[in-house]
């Protein structure tokens, strides 16, 4: 019996009824567990992904991303077609990008926004068409402009004075003309962990909005750029659609105003829509937030007496987070007493923070199910921790897991498709892991994991490494 309180658990985490339970909205919604009590991802049971591919393992639902994919498309052209504008949107590869992942959310009819030459070139090599294309980025080198505006991208999103002057030069060598946004800062902090929070006025991205008007002023009389309207981007894993809403209506005071000097065809919103790590957060449905948000936007316009703006957002996170589940294997467990009478089991696996930096970084919290097997265990207060060494290495602070638990089994962590491997590090040289793909009872490799042979490749101090060709 745990004690009626104990220091131990955060207030949010309860007693589970079942500690095999998979909770709704946590993971993809094909996840279950099998006869035999072993979780499947669409079809595919954890056991059988782990002896194919080894662990660590990021399995990522493909029918979980694409319907996603698909729910934010229909739900904001819809939202925007009843208050007469178009909506597009853009998957924000930054969550996680490879090829694979480009192909399936351009099939679901959504367009593509990177953040550097690297993000630009997997779009591209995935056949991502040039013109569907958004560039990001608060320090874009002129080898990266050049190369987006050769390849004609889309939109560059301008992040600064010296940026524009970049554009100016490189659009008259080249004499061609190049659309771009102006990302700005709405000044509202999105209720989230501040790391996150892009809007700050202290902080590196975007225009103020004053010195906005002398950028957009300054774009609109270069031959070479064509000014398409603002951008503003107000934090990520925000829940509810009040920040949008606040944020929509300051830029459009500026938007109304730049419409004195001419057109101002679009409104990008940016992205940030937030996904359940665990059971207790409840982010708004996809519909909900695009009808509020998209109702918001026409609200602000009907009040400036202005049409309303074609509409952009870029969702990452509440795209792929989801489809994404971690396989460990758990290697050794312990428990400690922290407290007379309180015992956490630390239950260490095979991955951490160079798969999952986010508990590390932001004190993100995540749960976790023995997923080898169903436990017959009561449930054991754990700590997940990773083999890097560093006591912050955490992966799962806090969970209820099986007492039986032991080494060997496997254990599942989901909700990690975003910002894990786009993050990943080979800290304490340990490789990354393999992506795979899994639809209907198929897996297949989308990324491969690393190998030790590929960190000595590296190392220009072995003989024959071809780290040291690469590096002369
Ligand atoms: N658009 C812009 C301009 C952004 O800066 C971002 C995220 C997004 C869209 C996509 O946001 P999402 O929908 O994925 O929340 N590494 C952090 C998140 C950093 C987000 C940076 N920008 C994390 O792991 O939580």
Known sequence: MLPAVDSLVPEWLVVPDDPNDLADGVWPSSARRNADGVLDVAGVSATALAQTYGTPLLVLDEDEARGRARRFRTAFERAAAEHNTTAQVYYAGKAFLCTTVARWVVDEGLRVDVCTGGELAVALAAGVAPGTIGFHGNNKSVVELERAVEVGVGTIIVDSAIEIERLAAITARLDVRQRVLVRVISGVHAETHDFLATAHEDQKFGFPFAEAETAVARIRELPGLEFAGLHCHIGSQIFGVAGFRESASRVLDLHTTLLEGGAVPQLNLGGGFGIAYTRVDDPTPIDELAAGIVAAVAEGCAARGISVPALSFEPGRAIIGTAGVTIYEVGTTKDVTVESGQDRRYVSVDGGMSDNARPALYGAQYSARL?????????????????????????????????????????????????????????????????????????????????????LARDAGIDGASGSARHQ
Do not use: F, M
Not at 429 to 441: D, Y
């Open 371 to 455: 997923a080898s097997r169903a436990g017959t265990g009561a449930p054991q207060l754990s700590r997940v921790v990773g083999k890097h060494c560093e006591s912050g290495d955490i992966v799962v602070d806090h969970e209820y897991l099986p007492n039986d638990l032991a080494p060997g089994d496997l254990l599942a962590v989901p909700a990690t498709g975003a910002y894990c491997v786009s993050l990943a590090s080979n800290y304490n040289h340990v490789p990354r892991p393999p992506v795979v793909a899994v639809r209907k009872g198929n897996s297949t490799v989308i990324v491969h994991g690393e190998t030790i042979d590929d960190l």
